[in-house]
């Protein structure tokens, strides 16, 4: 049974963990600005597709927009492209974050 066991220990060997502190401090900063970034860009999406769309599409509605109210604009249109422009300046910050952090692909 000794034999069984200590092949058992070399087979299923698993290094206990070093503690690595100003590594894990970095990452927790890092996942700070991304959580920050993502917090801001959906505080953006919400006023734009719901505020813009729902709750201030009386007042857009007096303005104007190639013939159409911009209260409607913004609800058919607007929020869609507000959301592209969303998607493509996360991708810039989190590159931005990513070799900021050390972390980028390249």
Do not use: H
């Amino acid at each position: 049974m000794d034999a069984f066991a200590s092949f058992k220990k070399v087979l299923f060997y698993q290094p206990k963990p070093q503690p690595m502190p100003a590594q894990n401090e970095k990452m927790k900063a890092y996942w700070r600005k991304n959580l920050q970034t993502l917090f801001v860009l959906l505080i953006v999406w919400f006023v734009v597709s719901f505020g813009c769309g729902i709750l201030f599409v009386n007042e857009l509605n007096e303005i104007r927009l190639g013939g159409y109210k911009l209260g409607f604009w913004f609800a058919q249109q607007g929020s869609i492209f507000v959301f592209v422009i969303l998607i493509f300046v996360y991708v810039v910050r989190m590159n931005r974050l990513d070799r900021e952090f050390d972390v980028d692909e390249e």
